[in-house]
């Protein structure tokens, strides 16, 4: 059976889409990264998506990055804090 008929459909597929979509057309802003680095740890393994994790690796391509200086440049920027201010802090969305 191929990987592809095992496939699952991520909940959030919807929502992670349209973050993607604009992802693939923005600009590497602080905001946009972390959204890519909290994308690449929610899709890291899933049996799915495929489209979601293929588009992620276009955006890191795109903006000249590697998994490892991509997840190195968040820590920065979340240990600055304040990149999520107006959304509920004690909702963690990274699953």
Same mark, same amino acid.
């Given at each position: 059976?191929?990987?592809?008929?095992?496939?699952?459909?991520?909940?959030?597929?919807?929502?992670?889409?349209?973050?993607?979509?604009?992802?693939?057309?923005g600009?590497?802003?602080?905001? #946009?990264?972390?959204?890519?680095a909290?994308?690449?740890?929610?899709?890291?393994?899933?049996?799915?998506?495929?489209?979601?994790?293929?588009?992620?690796?276009?955006?890191?391509?795109?903006?000249?990055?590697?998994?490892?200086?991509?997840?190195?440049?968040?820590?920065?920027i979340?240990?600055?804090?304040?990149i999520?201010?107006?959304? #509920?802090?004690?909702?963690?969305?990274?699953?």
């Open positions: 059976m191929s990987d592809t008929a095992k496939d699952q459909e991520h909940p959030l597929w919807r929502s992670d889409r349209t973050t993607v979509d604009s992802l693939l057309v600009e590497a802003t602080d905001f #946009n990264l972390c959204e890519l909290r994308l690449k740890i929610r899709y890291q393994g899933f049996p799915g998506a495929r489209d979601i994790q293929r588009d992620l690796e276009k955006a890191l391509q795109r903006w000249q990055l590697d998994e490892a200086s991509l997840f190195e440049r968040t820590r920065e979340h240990q600055r804090g304040g999520y201010q107006g959304r #509920n802090k004690d909702q963690d969305d990274w699953s």
